[in-house]
């Protein structure tokens, strides 16, 4: 139901714009959000976005990663910006998401992630 594109190879310095769309029966979508794991390391926290537009990345990505979503296309967005190698992971997105009326919870999805491969 959650779909991630836009990894790759990038040099050091390099930008890259992940996406993510959310498909199936939406009713509704709370936050969304990014993460990434690492080789060898626990998967993490990058940032996530509100459904009103308010987002907040981690520190080690403050200044060079946005996070920005398109509710009308049930998108939401990574650019990053200055990349590291230490950047180097599968970068997966999460959403809360109410998939039915009859309910009116929120369940958590995952996408399938994307790789992101920077050179140094």
């Known amino acids: 139901q959650l779909q991630a594109s836009g990894g790759g190879l990038v040099q050091a310095g390099g930008s890259l714009r992940l996406s993510c769309a959310a498909s199936g029966t939406i009713i509704s979508i709370n936050v969304m959000g990014w993460y990434r794991q690492a080789p060898g390391k626990q998967r993490e926290l990058v940032g996530g976005?509100?459904?009103?537009?308010?987002?907040t990345v981690v520190d080690s990505v403050k200044g060079r990663f946005t996070i920005s979503r398109d509710n009308a296309k049930n998108t939401v967005y990574l650019q990053m910006n200055s990349l590291k190698p230490e950047d180097t992971a599968v970068y997966y997105c999460n959403a809360d998401i109410r998939a039915t009326y009859s309910d009116v919870r929120y369940f958590s999805y995952w996408g399938q992630g994307t790789l992101v491969t920077v050179s140094s």
């Open positions: 976005i509100t459904r009103g537009g308010s987002s």
